[in-house]
């Protein structure tokens, strides 16, 4: 199970695009990238999931280098919704037993 | 929009007492998971199963069942409840092609044992 690391916590203002970076040096071939939103209260939201290079949705882009051993979650022009908690996960699509690690996710705090 | 929804918001239990937490989903989703989430330890897994009647141990399933008898439904059971239980549960359901990458969460139930 591939272990991931990301910071605890980010601090950003309204407007700014956002990066946040999530290590997984022991990423396996098959597995894929994915990340999630949770708000206070609420249980966890999927935003985007990749596998390789770029992936981009209406709400985020997902940066992910050749050598996949990390990614990097992109949100353009946050806004004060945005403050939540963002959890990075690795795993193999195929296997629901596997990559259901969460972690402790990276905190970020959109402020005005 | 998938629709994942757990039994109840907050529950209050005393020690000893059968908890039985609620989760259904209206998607026809395959998979379905139990998490439990506690300040500074993210979500752990407790259960999941891929099937009906069918379940497997997740990392820290000890003081914990489930039980899968409709697939819509899967219910997370508190044999005998006990304080270091107090936490929020989530439950979550994916299809069978997502397998664990896009899971979808319910509202979670906040549970406190005294």
């Known amino acids: 199970l591939a272990k991931t690391t990301q910071p605890i916590s980010m601090d950003s203002y309204e407007g700014q695009e956002v990066n946040i970076t999530c290590s997984h040096n022991n990423i396996a071939t098959n597995d894929y990238i994915t990340w999630y939103q949770q708000f206070p209260s609420q249980g966890p939201r999927f935003i985007i999931q990749g596998y390789k290079t770029k992936v981009t949705n209406e709400v985020a882009s997902l940066f992910i280098p050749a050598d996949r051993k990390s990614s990097t979650l992109s949100l353009p022009r946050v806004s004060l919704s945005d403050t939540a908690v963002y959890y990075c996960?690795?795993?193999?699509?195929?296997?629901?037993?596997?990559?259901?690690?969460f972690g402790g996710g990276t905190r970020l705090m959109v402020k005005p | 929009d998938v629709k994942v929804t757990q039994s109840s918001r907050y529950l209050v239990k005393r020690t000893g007492e059968k908890v039985f937490l609620e989760c259904v989903q209206d998607?026809?989703?395959?998979?379905m998971f139990w998490y439990r989430q506690d300040p500074g330890l993210g979500l752990r897994l407790i259960y999941f199963s891929y099937d009906v009647k069918m379940k497997e141990k997740g990392d820290i399933p000890e003081g914990y069942s489930v039980s899968r008898e409709k697939k819509e439904r899967f219910s997370l059971i508190l044999e005998s409840a006990s304080t270091n239980q107090t936490s929020m549960y989530l439950c979550?359901?994916?299809?069978?092609?997502?397998?664990?990458?896009?899971?979808?969460f319910g509202p979670g139930t906040r549970l406190t044992v005294l």
């Open positions: 998607m026809d989703h395959e998979n």
């Open positions: 996960l690795v795993g193999d699509s195929w296997n629901a037993g596997n990559m259901l690690t």
């Open positions: 979550a359901s994916s299809s069978l092609e997502a397998g664990g990458n896009e899971q979808f």
